[in-house]
Structures are given as structure tokens and as C-alpha cells.
């Protein structure tokens, strides 16, 4: 804060003067760092300027178009404006018309993509080419164009920024980025790209919730079908997350009905085979474990991906608990597809996190099935009794809990 003062006017200077190619860098990181103390001090000590600064850097946006394709400055641009969204909040509403249509522009570049022979070489060599290739087969490889992707990438965790911290100020462009963001599911020249798109699905929905039902509504077809298409084709564990995170947030807004009888069954059977595959992926590491001496980086690597087996199933978990608390008993035809998978993570020789997730499942029954949940206590009452004195703290608390 007592430094504020005295950076603040040089970065402006270089701002408004620094407009020459070779001081392209300069210029994009002095927009950066001005966002970026503004983001330190806070807004109030940033309204002092605030006005000024705003007007700088939406000069310096209108000259955007003028800008080349690989000008530094348009990911610091974009970087910034996201930061002062930070800061100003709603006050930040009245800037989208001028910043919205630049973000659209890069969270739409599509990549240029080519199929040629193996044996040609002169992309491939060409280091300023920005072509990468993997190879098919023996007479094709597959390339693309990465020259974009960067800002490509940038554009739609800004979006995402924008939609989280304006909520109902984002209403105006939400529909937009929806019809964007909805394909950028399986968008798999980028993981950043699909994980965005994953994220922003619950944050447009919600900005429009309580002012506009029928976009709403509008929105959730053209989201729903693909969500489901994009979860089960996903490669990325971690993204696969992700993905489940968002379609429990969106199943919490839209509620009971949010899916077709055959979307519904799309569902129970990928939580069946996240499941399964879990299962398989954990007995192969044991009986691995038992048959090898494991070194310690394959020891490693092990425990990465355990843990992020283990937090896909806790997405199954969250699925199940907002299932739950938005249809209640109207959930169990699909419920008791999945009963013989969560009844066998609830078994004592099941690791923790099993049993832990199993039981928060079965406590969701009892609470937001309850007229029912009798005809399931063969299933798992013991287990919770016999857990209630389990030696893992989670375990316990969720067995208190039922």
C-alpha cells in the first residue's frame, strides 16, 4: 500500500506511450502489473485511480483489432481485464460490451489441422512453423497449428472468471457463451479448454436462474445431451473430475427431471463404470505390489493416480448425494441399478475412502428418501453400526452422520 503511489504513475506513462513493436512485451506486462497491484491494495484504494486506469486500458483495447496474431499483449490483456473484474465486481458490468467481443474472438479460434504423408518433413522441421505432428500410421501423420491455442485457452478461464464473479451481471452474454462453451467439452486439442468448458456450464446457468426460466431451460438442452456425451469419453482423470463436479452443480440447479429416462440410464451405467474401473485399476496396483519389487518413483506415480481415482469416486458420491436431495425417492428405479456396487464398498477389507463414500451415500437415502429406506437396511445398517467405532476418522463421522 505505501508503494502504490509511486508505481502507479509509471505504469500509466508506459501504458499511453510504450506503443512501438519492440516495446510490445513492456507495454503487455505494465497492463499486467498495474491489475495486479490494483488486485493487492483492494478496491478501495484502487477507486482512487480506478477511472483513469479504465479509461487506459479500454483505449488500449479498442487498438486490439490493430494488433497481430502473436502480439504479446493480448494475453496480458485478457489476463488483466479478468483481474479487474476481481476488483471492481458488479462496477465491472458496464466495461463487458468493449472486453467481451476481443474474448469471444480467441475463445472461438479454431486450429488449423492438416493429414499429411509420412515422409514429408518441411512442416515438421520448420521450428517457426508452429505445427506439431504425431504420427498415424506408416504413410500419414496427424498435425496441427498450436499458434492460438495459448490464448485460446486464456479466453475461456476468463469467461469462467467473468460468469463466477459478475453471476447475474454475465446474464446478458450467457446464452453466447454457451453455445461456445457446450462443443469445447470434447475439445481435445487442449485439457485447459475442456476443463473451462466443464467449469463454466453451472456458472451460466446460474446466472440466469432467477431472471430468465425459459433461457434457462433453453440452455440446459443444449448442455445436458453433451455433458454426458463429454463425461464418458473423457481421458483425463482429473478433467473427468472436473466434468462430474459441474454435472452435480447443474443437476442441484435444475432439479428433479433434469434429464431424460435414457440420459438418466446414460448416467447410472458411466457411474457403473467409473466404478468398475476404479475396482480394476486399484486389485491390478495390489496384486502388482505382491508379484514386483516397486521402486520408488513407480511407488509415486502409484499414489498420484490412487489419488485421483479416489477423487473421481468422491464425485460419484457428490453425484449421488444432489440426485438424492433434489428427487428424493423418485431417484430409486436408478438407485437400485447401483446398489450392488455401493453395497460392496461398504465390505471391511474395502479401503477407506470406499467405505467413507459408500456410507455418505446410504446417508443420503435415509435423509432424502426416508418413506423408503427401509427396504434397504439390509444393505447397510450393520455397516454403519459396526463403522460408528471404525479406527478412521472419516469413516466414522460419516457412519455418526447416518
Not at 460490451?97 to 512442416?123: F, G, Q
Not at 468422491?314 to 455401493?342: A, C, E, R, Y
Request: proline content about 4%; aromatic content about 8%; hydrophobic content about 40%.
Amino acid at each position: 500500500m505505501p508503494y502504490y503511489d509511486q508505481f502507479m504513475p509509471s505504469l500509466k506513462f508506459i501504458v499511453q506511450n510504450a506503443k512501438s513493436k519492440d516495446l510490445r512485451l513492456l507495454r503487455g506486462k505494465a497492463i499486467e502489473c498495474i491489475s495486479l497491484v490494483g488486485l493487492a491494495v483492494g478496491k478501495e484504494k484502487f477507486m482512487e485511480d480506478a477511472s483513469e486506469i479504465m479509461a487506459i486500458l479500454l483505449k488500449a483495447q479498442t487498438e486490439q483489432d490493430e494488433f497481430e496474431p502473436d502480439d504479446p499483449q493480448i494475453a496480458y490483456m485478457m489476463s488483466s481485464w479478468a483481474r479487474m473484474c476481481k476488483i471492481l465486481q458488479q462496477d465491472f458490468v458496464k466495461f463487458l460490451p468493449v472486453v467481451m467481443n476481443p474474448l469471444m474472438k480467441a475463445a472461438s479460434h479454431s486450429p488449423e489441422l492438416a493429414i499429411i504423408p509420412s515422409t514429408e518433413e518441411a512442416l515438421e522441421n520448420d521450428e517457426d512453423s508452429g505445427w506439431e505432428f504425431i504420427t498415424l500410421s506408416d504413410k500419414q501423420k496427424f498435425g496441427i497449428k498450436t499458434a492460438g491455442l495459448e490464448e485460446k485457452a486464456t479466453a475461456c478461464q476468463m469467461l469462467v472468471i467473468y460468469a463466477r464473479d459478475l453471476k447475474e451481471g454475465f446474464s446478458p452474454y450467457a446464452e453466447q457463451v454457451c453455445k461456445l462453451m457446450v462443443p469445447h467439452l470434447k475439445f481435445l486439442f487442449h485439457e485447459m479448454v475442456r476443463a473451462c468448458a466443464a467449469e463454466s456450464l453451472p456458472l451460466l446457468l446460474e446466472s440466469v436462474r432467477d431472471s430468465d426460466l425459459a433461457l434457462l431451460n433453453r440452455m440446459w438442452d443444449m448442455m445436458r445431451i453433451h455433458l454426458l456425451e463429454a463425461v464418458n469419453i473423457e481421458p483425463d482423470e482429473g478433467i473427468h473430475a472436473m466434468m462430474l463436479e459441474s454435472l452435480c452443480k447443474c443437476v442441484d440447479i435444475m432439479g428433479i427431471n433434469c434429464f431424460t429416462t435414457d440420459q438418466y440410464q446414460s448416467l447410472v451405467t458411466h457411474l457403473q463404470d467409473t466404478m468398475r474401473t476404479y475396482v480394476e485399476k486399484t486389485k491390478e496396483r495390489i496384486n502388482k505390489r505382491n508379484e514386483e519389487d516397486i521402486d520408488e518413483e513407480t511407488e509415486d506415480s502409484w499414489l498420484e493416480d490412487s489419488d485421483s481415482e479416489e477423487n473421481i469416486l468422491s464425485k460419484v458420491s457428490d453425484i449421488m448425494h444432489s440426485l438424492f436431495s433434489t428427487h428424493g425417492s423418485s431417484l430409486l428405479p436408478f438407485f437400485n441399478q447401483l446398489l450392488p456396487s455401493f453395497s460392496a464398498m461398504l465390505g471391511p477389507d474395502r479401503p477407506k475412502c470406499e467405505r467413507q463414500w459408500a456410507i455418505c451415500i446410504f446417508d443420503d437415502l435415509v435423509e432424502f428418501a426416508s418413506e423408503e429406506c427401509h427396504l434397504y437396511k439390509d444393505s447397510f445398517l450393520s455397516h454403519i453400526q459396526t463403522y460408528v467405532n471404525d479406527p478412521e476418522p472419516e469413516v466414522r463421522q460419516a457412519a455418526a452422520y447416518g
